[in-house]
């Protein structure tokens, strides 16, 4: 069943997908994808990406990323407004299946939940990854848009609300029309 809020998704991707990025950094979000939602996403920085994303509606997409390991980098850390300490390992730990063309679901927007001020990009790799992979590489393609980002009264709704785009987006991506955009 529909959401009121889903855009219908076409049978292919349409113009101005595919977008596909180079490889950028995994830079260190809020954390809260992780602990609070139970859903990790890996935020990346716009200044890395092609023009055509930052023109997208805000909202909920979906695609294709691949990992890559990019060290040994600089001894990296990031203190997070709680005071929380986030290492980087730029991917180091990576086992060889993370490092296959996985899909994705991302959010582009404000958050509204959290009230962001600053638009972020946060991709939620659908794969069990064992270890974190703060400042390793990533590059992804966008091939559709599932709905705009919505405002929640409480966070069970954003949680349920992301597991149906999940679901969304793993469905679309197994279709040959969608499935045949997973090599880069
Ligand atoms: C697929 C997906 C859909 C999302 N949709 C929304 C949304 O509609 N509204 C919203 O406020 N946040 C949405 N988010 C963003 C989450 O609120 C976000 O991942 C959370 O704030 C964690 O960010 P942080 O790890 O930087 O703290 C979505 C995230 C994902 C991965």
Not at 40 to 65: K, S, Y
């Amino acid at each position: 069943m529909p959401r009121p809020a889903d855009v219908p998704i076409p049978d292919s991707p349409q113009y101005p997908y595919p977008i596909i990025t180079d490889y950028c950094e995994i830079v260190c979000g809020f954390g809260r994808g992780s602990s609070e939602l139970g859903i990790p996403t890996a935020n990346v920085q716009f200044n890395e990406l092609p023009d055509a994303i930052e023109n997208l509606p805000l909202g909920v997409f979906f695609g294709f990323a691949q990992l890559a390991e990019s060290g040994p980098g600089d001894v990296k850390n990031c203190q997070r407004p709680d005071g929380t300490r986030v290492h980087f390992n730029f991917g180091q730990r990576l086992a060889e299946s993370d490092l296959n063309v996985l899909p994705v679901v991302l959010s582009i927007g404000l958050n509204p939940f959290y009230h962001n001020k600053a638009k972020t990009v946060e991709l939620h790799i659908m794969h069990e990854f064992k270890h974190d992979f703060y400042g390793a590489k990533v590059k992804f393609s966008i091939l559709g848009y599932i709905r705009p980002e919505l405002d929640y009264t409480t966070r069970e709704a954003l949680i349920d609300d992301i597991h149906t785009d999940i679901d969304i987006a793993k469905s679309v991506l197994s279709k040959p029309q969608y499935a045949k955009h997973s090599s880069f």
